[in-house]
């Protein structure tokens, strides 16, 4: 039975539908994961008891034996790596061409996404810098079995990941909720579902690290 007071950060670690009924509702569950089930449901309007059993029945019809607390830290860098950094570069740097062409081919329509493109840049360009922090000083530390003596840097990543949290947030603000107006072209459509996908993997890998990676490696 899952309970109302658990966190959305436990039930994601350890229930690996929750995420996605998670995802279906547009809950934080990474970077504001520390909130308790019932918290989170009231904030946005939803029946905690319906959603837990929303979770559970997704359980059912598509169960997984995969529990991220079950990685040691060594595996779960890698993971991190091959699943979600390597291919965030190309794909934040796809999204904004994509981006630029419906903005310079829309421009006069009222439904366009002004800004978008220059939004997702300066995106790009902070989680670029986030993931090289990572990538060459974090998880070298973690790696070579130093992660309980990496309590400053993980602490910067923590509130870099609130910044990506924030920055997620003002693309679902430019795009109308990531709505796709009538007069929309393919590329407009393409866009908006690589959005969506992105913002889903986004607080996938920030869910990993925030709250199972991190803890882990500080033994907390």
Not at 37 to 48: F, N, Q, T
Not at 119 to 124: D, E, S, V, Y
Request: charged share 25%; proline share 5%.
């Amino acid at each position: 039975m899952i309970q109302n007071s658990t966190s959305l950060a436990q039930l994601a670690r350890t229930v690996p539908a929750a995420s996605r009924v998670f995802h279906r509702h547009h809950l934080d569950f990474c970077c504001a994961g520390q909130r308790s089930l019932s918290d989170a449901c009231a904030a946005a309007g939803l029946d905690a008891q319906t959603l837990a059993a929303e979770i559970e029945t997704e359980s059912t019809i598509a169960p997984s034996s995969a529990r991220w607390d079950d990685l040691g830290p060594q595996a779960l860098v890698q993971y991190i790596l091959d699943t979600y950094h390597a291919p965030l570069r190309p794909e934040l740097q796809r999204l904004y061409e994509m981006a630029r062409k419906v903005e310079m081919v829309h421009a006069r329509k009222p439904s366009c996404p002004q800004g978008l493109a220059e939004h997702l840049r300066f995106m790009a360009d902070a989680v670029e810098e986030h993931l090289q922090k990572e990538e060459q000083i974090l998880f070298p530390m973690i790696l070579e079995g130093k992660g309980p003596f990496a309590g400053m840097p993980i602490q910067v990543m923590v509130q870099e990941h609130d910044d990506h949290g924030e920055a997620l947030r003002k693309t679902r603000q430019l795009t109308g909720d990531l709505r796709v107006p009538a007069e929309a072209c393919t590329t407009w459509h393409a866009l908006y579902t690589g959005l969506e996908t992105l913002e889903r993997d986004l607080m996938d890998h920030i869910h990993l690290e925030n709250n199972v990676l991190f803890p882990m490696v500080l033994g907390r």
